[in-house]
T-cell receptor, first 115, second 115 residues
Framework: AQSVSQHNHHVILSEAASLELGCNYS??????LFWYVQYPGQHLQLLLK????DPLVKGIKGFEAEFIKSKFSFNLRKPSVQWSDTAEYFC?????????????WGAGTKLIIKP | KAGVTQTPRYLIKTRGQQVTLSCSPI?????VSWYQQTPGQGLQFLFE???????NKGNFPGRFSGRQFSNSRSEMNVSTLELGDSALYLC??????????????FGQGTRLTVV
């Protein structure tokens, strides 16, 4: 069965530190990839997505992610985090027909930014 | 454009009771998915409806059911509530345009507490 792994469940950083959150998925076929963010008390919202083309994708609030097909990875990055980036981050993958076009979710990473 | 609306926002029920949650998708979106979110399990897929038909179902017991109406509004029902059903229930709507990979838009969720 298809799966999505987020290896870091909790990350604590200081402001201005660089961020990289890992996301790996099983499967070797065509996938569409997403990162969602859930700020405290708010609904899940899309940070960025990859469908095709340039494997380096830029999203909102200075986030970017790189799709590396050979590593089945879609890691999220931000060069300099802010206190307002404190949130839970979810990676999700659509495996197409092999997952009935459903999103398969990682377990999430709770990010805490110390002011 | 109005977002995904879930009602009620908060609910407290007693073990053994049943509950119905409602979701109004974004206008024009025909696919509605339901998720259960808990601190330990992350986002767990419940089911997805498209054009009033359940297309996909997650690994939940038969006490969890749903339906979708002709206006794309969806309800989910949980019967014989158990303490473990306490969770945030999220609804997401997707503008299915024939392919996969389209973004899911989430509501604020219904926080269900079973006592």
């Amino acid at each position: 069965a298809q799966s999505v792994s987020q290896h870091n469940h909790h990350v604590i950083l200081s402001e201005a530190a660089s961020l990289e959150l890992g996301c790996n998925y099983s499967y070797g076929g065509t996938v569409n990839l997403f990162w969602y963010v859930q700020y405290p008390g708010q609904h899940l919202q899309l940070l960025l997505k990859y469908f095709s083309g340039d494997p380096l994708v830029k999203g909102i609030k200075g986030f970017e992610a790189e799709f590396i097909k050979s590593k089945f990875s879609f890691n999220l990055r931000k060069p300099s985090v802010q206190w307002s980036d404190t949130a839970e981050y979810f990676c999700a993958v659509n495996f197409g027909a092999d997952s009935n076009y459903q999103l398969i979710w990682g377990a999430g990473t709770k990010l805490i930014i110390k002011p | 454009k109005a977002g995904v609306t879930q009602t009620p926002r908060y609910l407290i029920k007693t073990r053994g009771q049943q509950v119905t949650l409602s979701c109004s998708p974004i206008s024009g979106h025909r696919s509605v998915s339901w998720y259960q979110q808990t601190p330990g399990q992350g986002l767990q897929f419940l089911f997805e409806y498209f054009s009033e038909t359940q297309r996909n179902k997650g690994n939940f017991p038969g006490r969890f059911s749903g339906r979708q109406f002709s206006n794309s509004r969806s309800e989910m029902n949980v019967s014989t509530l158990e303490l473990g059903d306490s969770a945030l229930y999220l609804c997401a709507s997707t503008p299915m345009t024939g392919g996969y990979g389209t973004e899911a838009f989430f509501g604020q969720g219904t926080r269900l507490t079973v006592v």
